[in-house]
């Protein structure tokens, strides 16, 4: 795999992975019983965007690191 083929295909897997970590522990305003004025109720209290872009950072590391072996060794 070449160098610009494998940044953008861990830029995928890492998208990816984000659209799957971020529902985690996220807690609505209706869950939570406050809300702020103007807002959905659907509306994530504290969405910790910063603890779930390195979970997904390393996450996807890990996948990227075993679709490179994978590639190496059977492909």
Same mark, same amino acid.
């Given at each position: ?34 809300? /702020?004025?103007? @807002?959905?109720?659907? =509306?994530? &209290?504290?969405?910790?965007? #910063?603890?779930? /872009?390195?979970? @997904?950072?390393?996450? =996807?590391? &890990?996948?990227?690191?075993? #679709? ?8």
């Amino acid at each position: 795999m070449t160098i610009p083929m494998g940044i953008v295909t861990y830029i995928t897997i890492w998208w990816i992975v984000l659209f799957a970590v971020l529902p985690f522990g996220v807690r609505s305003q209706h869950e939570d019983g406050e809300y /702020a004025k103007g @807002t959905d109720p659907g =509306a994530p &209290v504290v969405p910790r965007l #910063l603890a779930k /872009a390195l979970w @997904t950072t390393a996450i =996807a590391a &890990v996948i990227f690191a075993a #679709l490179l072996y994978y590639i190496d060794h059977y492909a």
